[in-house]
């Protein structure tokens, strides 16, 4: 096997043979466009040192016939700039079943002007999902060798799309600089179309006729900052929206909420049809259960554990969901099948529910962004009967004609009915209904549905070893992280869980024991019970003894270094955490100093701590509170000053003198 550094030493002419690459100089390569020659000859900006290449023309030209089909061609052109960069040498192109891909080609012009290019017959063909078993989707890599600094790749490839959505989208921006971008749109006469803008101004297009040209110059790069939204949240996109003239394509464009959803009711609602074997399955889940809620939770639960989940994400590898009798009698599916089985099945017990279109990442589905491409998860709104208690549910909503809506997700197999998983909280989904779809906003836990709470009793010897118990109680979004730590490894691992959280905060401890209640009962609280010492975890100090009343957990674990962040800081889901420790000092010893109380709050979050003595116990309490989950730029510096604060608390030491 010849290692990379080999191959750096080989010949241009057993490259050739080793790569199967086409090589050739610059003049007499034919193949290489004049576009992209022009392209390497052009100076670049300076950019900071860590910039890895910079794009230098992302463009796409989309053609569409008068039947509605859509023709792309994609061009594109980077230049790397240093080492790093290198490791940017492949053109993947995604496709499925109703897209076709012809024509794929790269270039490369390194610094010394010799030319070669890489054919699509060298590109390897692979799928995405591992899981995907209904998955068409697939992909094709070129790889484009010796990308070494200052090398200018270019590429080109053409997509046909057979959509019936008359829709196309534009992103234009990237993790690193592009010089330009540049979108073309040819349309039918007498066609028309409608552009959308996220997370970019408007900017003019040139038309010409029946064409129309977008051109955006010197596009910073997305900033990776720590705890930003999503990419596709931030990041600078246009959908069009295409307006044919001719009565039989007007049903496929999709210029607004509405639109979108009518397409897909179209398309998932068919497949809500039942079969006796699926009725069975109904009566056998509720046969016990005495009320309309206990037979919901048994479909729910039924939905999230008992079928198997097969990736296939909306938006890339197929909209429309399987019939519920295939998905029940397989036993597995992806997230719109997993929701359709769910609908079909609380259907028999007389409860209405609707799909729900919506993305795992908060900020992706906008209100002015009206397109199918929006979407990555399929979940459900449940319209919850009357009978059922209003404290049976949290994660709910007041529809103006449908009533009390509970938004449940049968992906998530740890959030039982009535809840919502952290990611989906605080988010926005298009609620697909038969007179169209309409935008709604999820609903965000109270902190007090996200809980930790950890109580310690507690002992410090006159040795300076801390020792004792502590009980931590999860409710959830909290309870759901540790549970899925926790059950992604075998029962003897669990103890690890715990020592690795220990070991975070008291490095030399000793775990006695330990205890999980509730691990697979995921409609009740997790509670876990740990036993441990300490050994010297007071230090000594001119005859006094030092140590943190604050044995275990981190609240400030979250740091803002950055002075010029550019996005809003999100946190996983509002919160609100407890800790109540009674540690007994040894005999003999009194507290000589203790931290002062802190109280620190502002629109997002809230701190207090308080420090008590009663005889010879130490009563430490505090609280840590998450309101918002989402902190806009402007507000980043009070933020700031917030978990300093509270780094400072945690930090503060509790001083014992003999008496």
Same mark, same amino acid.
């Given at each position: 096997m010849m290692t990379r550094k080999a191959l750096f030493y080989t010949s241009r002419t057993s490259l050739a043979v080793v790569l199967g690459v086409t090589l050739c100089s610059l003049p007499a390569c034919a193949g290489t466009p004049d576009w992209l020659r022009s392209l390497g000859t052009d100076s670049v900006p300076s950019y900071p040192a860590d910039t890895p290449y910079v794009v230098l023309l992302n463009e796409q030209n989309t053609q569409v016939n008068?039947?509605?089909?859509?023709?792309?061609? %994609? @061009?594109?052109?980077?230049?790397?700039?240093?080492?790093?960069? @290198?490791?940017?040498?492949?053109? =993947?192109?995604?496709?499925?079943?109703? $897209?076709?891909?012809? *024509?794929?080609?790269?270039?490369?012009?390194?610094?010394?002007?010799?030319?070669?290019?890489?054919?699509? !017959?060298?590109? #390897?063909?692979?799928?995405?999902?591992?899981?995907?078993?209904?998955?068409?989707?697939?992909? +094709? =890599?070129?790889?484009?060798?010796f990308t070494e600094p200052g090398t200018v790749v270019g590429y080109e490839y053409e997509q046909v799309r057979r959509s019936d959505v008359?829709?196309? $989208?534009?992103? &234009?921006?990237?993790?690193?600089?592009?010089?330009?971008? +540049?979108?073309?749109?040819?349309?039918?006469?007498?066609?028309?179309?409608?552009?959308r803008w996220a997370n970019w101004s408007k900017v003019a297009g040139a038309s010409d006729g029946q064409r129309s040209v977008w051109e955006i110059h010197d596009l910073p790069a997305i900033k990776d900052e720590p705890s930003m939204p999503a990419w596709r949240a931030v990041a600078g996109r246009m959908a069009v929206s295409i307006l044919p003239s001719s009565p039989e394509l007007k049903q496929r464009q999709r210029n607004s909420w509405a639109d979108v959803g009518t397409w897909y009711w179209g398309l998932s609602s068919p497949k809500a049809a039942s079969s006796p074997l699926l009725e069975a399955k109904v009566k056998e889940l509720t046969t016990t259960a005495?009320?309309?809620?206990?037979?919901?939770?048994?479909?729910?639960?039924?939905?999230? +554990?008992?079928?198997?989940?097969?990736?296939?994400?909306? *938006? #890339?590898?197929? %909209?429309?969901?399987?019939?519920?009798?295939? #998905?029940?009698?397989?036993? %597995?599916?992806?997230? !719109?099948? !997993?929701? #359709?089985?769910? +609908?079909?099945?609380?259907?028999?017990?007389?409860?209405?529910?609707?799909?729900?279109?919506?993305h795992s990442s908060r900020g992706v589905v906008s209100p002015d962004f009206p397109t199918m491409h929006s979407f990555n998860h399929a979940i459900l709104a449940i319209r919850l009967p009357d009978s059922v208690p209003r404290d049976k549910a949290v994660a709910t909503l007041d529809h103006p004609k449908l009533g009390r809506l509970l938004i449940f997700d049968p992906t998530s197999s740890l959030t039982p009915l009535g809840s919502l998983p952290g990611y989906l909280q605080g988010g926005r989904?298009?609620?697909?209904?038969?007179?169209?779809?309409?935008?709604?906003?999820?609903?965000?836990?109270?902190?007090?549905?996200?809980?930790?709470? @950890?109580?310690?009793?507690?002992?410090l010897t006159d040795q300076g070893t801390m020792q004792g118990t502590i009980d931590e109680v999860r409710t959830g979004d909290n309870a759901n992280h540790k549970r899925f730590e926790l059950l992604a490894v075998a029962v003897p691992e669990r103890r690890r869980v715990i020592e690795n959280f220990?070991?975070?905060?008291?490095?030399?401890?000793?775990?006695?024991? %330990?205890?999980?209640?509730?691990?697979?009962?995921?409609?009740?609280?997790?509670?876990?019970?740990?036993?441990?010492?300490?050994?010297?975890?007071?230090?000594?100090? *001119?005859?006094?003894?030092? &140590?943190?009343?604050?044995?275990?957990?981190?609240?400030?674990?979250?740091?803002?270094?950055?002075?010029?962040?550019l996005y809003p800081f999100e946190l996983d889901s509002t919160s609100l955490q407890t800790d109540s420790f009674d540690i007994t000092l040894p005999a003999g010893y009194v507290v000589d100093e203790a931290p002062e109380a802190l109280a620190e709050q502002n629109d997002f979050l809230r701190y207090s701590s308080e420090f008590k003595v009663d005889g010879s116990v130490l009563h430490y309490k505090r609280q840590y509170e998450i309101d918002k989950v989402m902190v806009p730029v402007d507000h980043l510096a009070e933020v700031q000053k917030f978990y300093r604060s509270v780094a400072a608390d945690e930090r503060a030491s509790v001083v014992l003198k003999k008496q």
């Open positions: 008068e039947k509605g089909e859509m023709r792309t061609l %994609y @061009r594109g052109a980077w230049k790397v700039l240093n080492s790093k960069g @290198r490791e940017h040498s492949h053109v =993947i192109v995604y496709m499925d079943s109703e $897209t076709a891909v012809s *024509g794929l080609i790269a270039w490369a012009i390194p610094p010394n002007g010799d030319a070669f290019e890489v054919k699509d !017959k060298d590109a #390897i063909e692979t799928g995405v999902s591992q899981s995907g078993l209904y998955s068409d989707q697939r992909i +094709r =890599i070129l790889k484009v060798p008359l829709q196309d $989208t534009w992103d &234009f921006q990237e993790d690193v600089p592009v010089r330009t971008a +540049r979108y073309v749109l040819n349309l039918p006469k007498s066609w028309e179309f409608q552009e005495p009320d309309t809620w206990s037979k919901m939770k048994a479909i729910a639960a039924f939905a999230q +554990r008992s079928v198997r989940y097969v990736a296939i994400e909306i *938006g #890339i590898g197929g %909209y429309q969901p399987h019939s519920a009798p295939d #998905i029940l009698a397989n036993s %597995y599916g992806d997230c !719109k099948d !997993k929701a #359709i089985l769910a +609908r079909t099945m609380l259907q028999q017990v007389g409860v209405e529910s609707y799909m729900v279109l919506t989904g298009l609620l697909v209904l038969s007179s169209g779809g309409e935008l709604i906003d999820f609903p965000a836990a109270p902190p007090s549905g996200n809980l930790i709470q @950890r109580s310690a009793k507690l002992s220990l070991a975070s905060f008291v490095p030399g401890f000793k775990l006695k024991d %330990y205890s999980i209640d509730n691990l697979d009962n995921y409609d009740q609280q997790l509670v876990l019970h740990y036993t441990f010492e300490v050994p010297s975890y007071a230090k000594t100090m *001119g005859g006094m003894w030092l &140590f943190h009343p604050r044995v275990v957990g981190a609240k400030a674990e979250l740091e803002l270094k950055s002075q010029d962040r």
